[in-house]
């Protein structure tokens, strides 16, 4: 079993709808989650970080943190075609540990 | 803030070859990684550095790799000799503290593209 788990897709939403994007973990002990998004040829960008659960917002993005059932996922409300990216999840097993293992990534098509 | 650099950008060499890959953190930053990208595999962790000390090598796939950061604004990975199955894109990283509240995550160089023929 991967460490972290992502269907690879591709995704396509339409533009204007809600993307949601999933990731699996498998360390229980896990402690702060990552959110990246990639672009063709680019390198990864940090767009949102969850430790606690429930959700947290930020702009049109939401993370989901479910520690009980060890997922994490993003939602992307209002979709525009510049959200099409591969979306990479990183999971930080414990601190004092600084290092992140990702998952594969699922890349994301919004549909004009 | 320039943010993380690398270079080169594009390096294509032969196989057997010696290839030098270089990186500046953030300036601040105590941390510092090296990761591989490929379509197969993903980002693949190859090593850390924490306050110029390597951490965790364990990602290190032989010992054709080698990984230095003789000071704080400068690390270096190292391939000798290369293959074809190295080809890849390698992105440094440099990062605070990520845990005990300090979620800042890490900061990506632009990459360096290796092409190992």
């Known amino acids: 079993q991967k460490e972290v788990e992502q269907n690879s897709g591709p995704l396509s939403v339409p533009e204007g709808a809600i993307a949601s994007l999933n990731c699996t973990y498998s360390?229980?002990?896990?402690?702060?989650f990552f959110w990246y998004r990639q672009y063709s040829g680019k390198s990864p960008e940090l767009i949102m970080f969850?430790?606690?659960?429930g959700d947290k917002e930020d702009g049109r993005f939401t993370a989901q943190l479910n520690k009980a059932s060890q997922y994490v996922s993003l939602l992307i409300r209002d979709s525009q075609p510049s959200d099409s990216a591969t979306y990479l999840c990183?999971?930080?097993?414990?601190?004092?540990?600084?290092?992140?293992?990702f998952g594969t990534g699922t890349r994301l098509t919004i549909i004009p | 803030d320039a943010g993380v650099i690398q270079s080169p950008r594009h390096e294509v060499t032969e196989m057997g070859q010696e290839v030098t890959l270089r990186c500046k953190p953030i300036?601040?930053?105590?941390?510092l990684f090296w990761y591989r990208q490929t379509m197969m595999r993903g980002l693949e962790l190859l090593i850390y550095?924490?306050?110029?000390?390597?951490?965790?090598d364990s990602g290190m796939p032989e010992d054709r790799f080698s990984a230095k950061m003789p000071n704080a604004s400068f690390s270096t990975l190292k391939i000798q000799p290369s293959e074809p199955r190295d080809s890849a894109v390698y992105f440094c990283?440099?990062?605070?503290?990520?845990?005990?509240?300090?979620?800042?995550?890490?900061?990506f160089g632009s990459g360096t593209r290796l092409t190992v023929v």
């Open positions: 990183a999971v930080l097993s414990n601190f004092g540990n600084e290092k992140l293992t």
């Open positions: 360390d229980r002990g896990s402690q702060s």
């Open positions: 969850i430790y606690s659960n």
């Open positions: 990283a440099s990062s605070s503290a990520l845990g005990q509240g300090g979620n800042y995550g890490y900061t």
């Open positions: 550095f924490n306050n110029n000390v390597p951490i965790d």
């Open positions: 300036s601040g930053h105590d941390y």
